[in-house]
């Protein structure tokens, strides 16, 4: 019987040493993290609060873009360049607030970027040479 309990209190002086210079390490950022948490939770719920609003504005933004792009489309006899200078700024951007974008550490686009370049384009012939031999 001595022999376990001194086995025993052995095991709990060896936990409670260890665990004590542990609690030691983490016992000054313990506030720190409960700050960072509240602020994480906040920019989580502002982001949420955000994209209520948001998230059907930019789906409205870019389905009336698609429309508008599909008419520019037709109303200019096929010409894919109007329809995507329209279609592509709707379309591209973000959908979602993130708490990285109400930090500032993220920017937000709302309207996205214009479609890529082509190559030249070539509309007529080229052009005959004058040159008489």
């Known amino acids: 019987m001595k022999k376990q309990m001194l086995k025993g209190l052995a ?3 060896f ?3 260890t ?8 016992a000054d950022t313990t ?3 409960t700050e960072n948490v509240t602020e994480e939770a906040g920019y989580g719920i502002g982001a949420a609060l955000a994209n209520i609003f948001y998230i059907p504005a930019k ?6 873009g ?3 792009g599909g008419l ?3 109303f200019s006899a096929g010409n894919a360049d109007v329809a995507n200078n329209i279609i592509y700024p709707s379309i591209r951007g973000n959908y979602v607030v993130t708490p990285s974008h109400l930090k500032g550490t993220e920017p937000i686009y709302f309207v996205g ?3 890529p370049e082509s190559g030249p384009r070539v509309d007529a012939a080229p052009a005959a040479s004058s040159t008489t031999r």
């Open 11 to 13: 095991l709990g002086l």
């Open 15 to 17: 936990v409670a040493m």
């Open 19 to 26: 665990s004590a210079s542990l609690h030691a390490q983490t």
């Open 31 to 33: 506030n720190q993290q």
């Open 59 to 64: 789906v409205t933004y870019a389905g009336l």
């Open 66 to 68: 698609l429309l508008t």
């Open 72 to 74: 520019g489309y037709v």
């Open 113 to 115: 970027a214009p479609p």
